[in-house]
């Protein structure tokens, strides 16, 4: 069975930090990249960080850059969101995200999502 589970999430102040988890089973982690989403209520979901299948790239959203890296352990088959100088403009539900592709087809695969909340 496939399997994204988040860890991580709750309740911090401006300022702090959280880093967010995501453990992968029943598929080749290795060979997927991996994303990281968040959606704020009201709002749509949001692209916030990816990582290549390897960890020798990343790309971050231009709200989180500077603040939040993003960075796997293949060997664990986890991912990770560090997540620093948090704002209340951070909360949200964050999702992580497996996706493949090949010749077969695109291969996505998402976690139940962990809730952060940035607020004094």
């Known amino acids: 069975e496939v399997q994204l589970v988040e860890s991580g999430g709750g309740l911090v102040q401006p300022g702090g930090s959280l880093r967010l988890s995501c453990a992968a089973s029943?598929?080749?982690?290795?060979?997927?990249?991996m994303n990281w989403y968040r959606q704020a209520p009201g709002k749509e979901r949001e692209l916030v960080a990816s990582?290549?299948?390897?960890?020798?790239?990343?790309n971050y959203a231009d709200s989180v850059k500077g603040r939040f890296t993003i960075a796997r352990d293949n060997a664990l088959n986890t991912g990770y969101l560090q997540m620093n100088s948090l704002k209340p403009d951070d909360t949200a539900v964050y999702y992580c995200?497996?996706?493949?592709?090949?010749?077969?087809?695109?291969?996505?695969?998402w976690g139940q999502g962990t809730q952060v909340t940035v607020s004094s």
């Open positions: 995200n497996a996706q493949s592709s090949s010749w077969s087809g695109v291969y996505s695969y």
């Open positions: 029943g598929f080749t982690f290795s060979t997927y990249a």
């Open positions: 990582i290549t299948s390897a960890g020798g790239k990343t």
